[in-house]
């Protein structure tokens, strides 16, 4: 299969890239480069050293003789868009290519819009270009579980049956996103699915938990293919944040009581999930979702497990909550779509932890503690950043390309 | 109250603006003067002639001895929206201000793009300005009923009931539009529920069906003061289009068998709708969402109306769907909210039909009958729209400020 993996330089993006190469399909890869310059902006750095995005793409073909084919831009200009699908000739796109941190999004009003639309004329483009050049490719797309808050009934996968007033229909499942970016996922949704109702596109919408864990069967063949670890508050994820924490020795810092509940899944699930949707496209017209986790657990309750692995004292503090959710919550979502398509889940185990935790040992030293805690503020409409650089928050410095393309700054 | 009205030179803001002026509020309008630049663009006119923003707001003090406070801007521009609310200082804001036409945001990839930009952006910076500056500001904002598409089950009015294994929770009412417009409202009103989530703000939701209607008791004392007419395939709307069709000898253009059911409502309607809305605010942090229609109409019922009402002979043409919607579906939306506070609604009676014929004769003569068909087709990814003046519908011409501020173009 010919697979273009959007977002190919990120965290996921990377070692989705390389699994699917390793499996014999033909990859390639589309990265701006805009998530290492967040990390100019905000003054941090990934834990694990990473290889630029040229270095490691010729390092996996010394590695493995395999060729990604590597396209540099921006998916908010249409016209590298369109000509990176017409000289690629994709079956599938896999977009991994958003801005995807939620305090990223909640800094102020530059970096709520940036993030909007960013992702989602980002999504807009790639739509037309499909519908335009090949409506039978298959668009698989990275959503988020943040896209269906904390109902108080059991969340679904992406519909619901309802009942009402004597008549039934399935319809989208209502949404209650809980910051700009999880908006913007919400957003993209609904474009998804009017554009495969429209132009009979096929999509699979991966509604997914929050990702643990680093290494791959392919990245760790090279310390040059290692994909990035994110520990700080903006764009660091809860576990991997407690496991610097206890490394470094410091509190392990826990929003609020620490009940709210999230779906998670291992970094290795996230590539076999993909693969699996690859593997059984969605039909022309469709729109399909899947939960994509395996196991939920409070945020209190990751923070005991990384305490009770970790190899010393580690203790856990408990912040006020920068943002706005519910502490203590009903929570159960369906998660069944991906194991009947024969997901064999890997399980957040002790040893698992105990691998996150060796990560953050191994590169203790890069760790900057001022960068771990939490920053940015749901309630202000402008939060101020204090970051190592002195970067200050006040908008992102870099630049997107040409969003409403021919609709130019100016008017009145 | 001091009300500040976005979109104020527009089919509905205008006549708003003036109601609420009347009524003893003191009013400010805000407006880029975009809808005007559409026209130029479509190559079309106001079947009533128009008077410009400057001309109608001094006639408007000529005939009632009242000052509209006049704002020239984008929403699009932060400093602009921030600069307006600092200046006005307005108890509430009624926000018309986005573009508003189906068939233009479905033209091609560009116009879906400036749509959802326009939209979203312009409301985004306005959350912002609102946060910023006073939480107490009730946003009074148009949505639409057609953010809810046709389910098979009664619509709600923002919200449902929804019982699912057992356990209940009241949810937002499911989403399905039908247009990158629609699709438009439907991320404005999660976002502004998110907004009012965090922030505390209070926003009302009014999800208007199709008005119908051109005089108001205001507009009528003077002709500077009337408002826009639109019958075009691209702003125009069903039943002035039939109007306007029966006065020109051509037939009456229903799209496939006309079995589409619509919530309608006149004119009249709206600014009493607003006004309520005005009347009784939301609570602090409550997102309410009103549907705003009076009675529901199929369109080849509309058409038949049409066709009695007329003084003349008037035939029915059916023509191939340019939209991709349900010819044939159930409809029942709830529509008591603006009932309980008190509407006493102008129904489409005969002889509000007869009057519509009538601006549609008193101005026949400004019919471009190239105009009227439908030249938007929903399943092609770039309509050629040929309009009067040659336009070819390769994107707007006009632009916008600075769609999001401090990212400008150039990334790589």
Avoid at 43 to 69: E, H, M, N
Avoid at 160 to 179: A, C, M
Wanted: proline share 5%.
């Amino acid at each position: 299969m010919r697979i273009l993996v959007l977002g190919g330089d990120g965290y996921l993006g990377w070692p989705t890239a390389l699994y699917l190469s390793r499996r014999g399909h033909q990859v390639g890869v589309v990265d701006n480069g805009v998530r290492r310059q967040y990390d100019v902006e905000m003054g941090v750095d990934s834990l694990v050293p990473i290889a630029s995005f040229d270095q490691r793409v010729d390092r996996w073909k010394d590695v493995s003789g395999l060729t990604l084919d590597r396209f540099e831009g921006d998916l908010t200009d249409p016209a590298f868009v369109s000509e990176t699908l017409a000289s690629f000739e994709p079956d599938a796109v896999v977009h991994f290519a958003e801005q995807r941190s939620a305090p990223y999004s909640m800094i102020d009003r530059e970096h709520a819009v940036y993030t909007q639309v960013n992702n989602v004329v980002g999504t807009l483009n790639l739509l037309y270009a499909i519908a335009e050049q090949n409506r039978d490719i298959h668009l698989v797309k990275l959503g988020t579980m943040g896209e269906y808050g904390t109902p108080n009934i059991d969340i679904e996968e992406g519909y619901i049956e309802i009942t009402h007033r004597g008549r039934t229909d399935v319809l989208p499942y209502p949404k209650q996103p809980g910051s700009f970016y999880h908006l913007s996922k919400v957003h993209d949704s609904h474009n998804i699915m009017f554009a495969c109702r429209i132009w009979g596109l096929r999509a699979t919408d991966l509604n997914q938990g929050i990702v643990y864990g680093h290494d791959t069967e392919e990245t760790v063949l090279h310390p040059e293919l290692a994909t990035r670890f994110d520990y700080d508050g903006v764009f660091g994820t809860v576990l991997n944040r407690f496991c610097v924490q206890a490394v470094t020795g410091h509190p392990l810092t826990v929003y609020g009581s620490g009940g709210q509940t999230r779906g998670m899944l291992n970094i290795l699930d996230t590539l076999a999930c993909v693969e699996l949707a690859l593997e059984h496209p969605a039909d022309p017209g469709e729109f399909r979702v899947f939960n994509q986790f395996t196991e939920s657990f409070s945020v209190a309750e990751m923070a005991e497990m990384v305490r009770a692995e970790f190899n010393g004292d580690a203790t856990i503090d408990h912040l006020p909550m920068p943002r706005v959710e519910k502490e203590e919550h009903y929570y159960r979502a369906a998660h069944t779509k991906l194991l009947d398509l024969g997901l064999n889940p890997h399980l957040l185990t002790r040893s698992v932890i105990q691998s996150i935790l060796a990560v953050a040992e191994a590169h203790k030293d890069r760790v900057d503690p001022g960068a771990i805690l939490p920053t940015v503020e749901w309630r202000s409409t402008a939060s101020t950043l204090v970051t190592a650089d002195g970067a200050d928050g006040n908008g992102p410095s870099f630049t997107v390309a040409d969003v409403p393309s021919g609709i130019s700054s100016g008017g009145s």
